[in-house]
């Protein structure tokens, strides 16, 4: 069992928004502001979308966008395409360890 | 350009043991905080440890301690994760990853496959 929870999928229409939740407690995603996503596509290396709950880094595209309010992040990808198509995985510091992962979601481009 | 290049991955019976490897290269290693991350097949991310950039402070998660011990060179720009008494639960994609502040990795290696299985 992971210790941040994220829906198993999510789906969405080329053009719409999706948002992926990723739920935690005080002591990793409400008591830092420390939280990352990535997109893994399949075979594929994981690559790093926002850090810092909101910032992302060069080359990332500003459809792509997170926040955090209390101990629930989100990330939303707004103007879905078809290369959106993956999993996505949140992460935090917590007071146990340097990080901590999501169960990671499955975003399908419909 | 930041390259992370693992190997030392195969296939071991339980019990025993392998060395991972990870050499980085393009960017100053000597200054950075490297982990190792896990991939089990078809599931999610697992941090497994990371090192401080001078060797000096080192992190497992739980399931690993005792078994695992992460070092590095950065002489040669390289990371190692030594993992015995190696069970099923640790068969999984491992990953190199460099921090690139707290709570995030900026770049992964393309990772390595563990298989424990006899």
């Known amino acids: 069992q992971s210790a941040l929870t994220q829906p198993r999928s999510v789906s969405g229409s080329p053009g719409q928004s999706v948002t992926i939740s990723c739920t935690g407690t005080s ?10 996503w990535y997109q ?16 992302r880094p060069s080359g990332v595209p500003d459809r792509i966008s997170g926040s955090k309010s209390g101990n629930t992040a989100s990330l939303t990808i707004s103007g ?6 993956a999993d996505y995985y949140c992460c935090s510091q917590s007071g146990r360890y340097p990080a901590v992962f999501g169960g990671g979601t499955k975003l399908t481009v419909l | 350009e930041v390259q992370l290049v693992e190997s030392g991955g ?6 025993g043991s392998l060395r991972l490897s990870c050499a980085a290269s393009g960017f100053s290693f000597s200054t950075s905080w490297m982990n190792w991350v896990r991939q089990a097949p078809g599931k999610g991310l697992e941090w ?3 090192i401080k950039p001078d ?25 190692y994760l030594q ?18 502040g707290p709570g995030w990795f900026d770049s992964w290696g393309q990772g390595t496959l563990v298989t424990v299985s006899s």
């Open chain 1, 80 to 85: 879905l395409q078809a290369e959106d198509e």
């Open chain 2, 83 to 100: 993992m015995n008494s190696l069970g099923a639960e640790d068969t999984a994609v491992y990953y190199c990853t460099r921090a690139g």
């Open chain 1, 27 to 36: 002591s990793d995603v409400g008591g830092y502001n420390y939280v990352s």
């Open chain 2, 48 to 50: 497994v440890a990371n």
């Open chain 2, 55 to 79: 060797g000096s402070d080192k992190y497992y998660v739980d399931s690993v301690k005792g078994r695992f011990t992460i070092s590095r060179d950065n002489a040669k720009n390289s990371v």
């Open chain 2, 10 to 15: 195969g296939l071991v019976q339980p019990g």
């Open chain 1, 40 to 55: 893994q596509h399949p075979g594929k290396a994981p690559k790093v979308m926002i850090y810092d709950v909101s910032k």
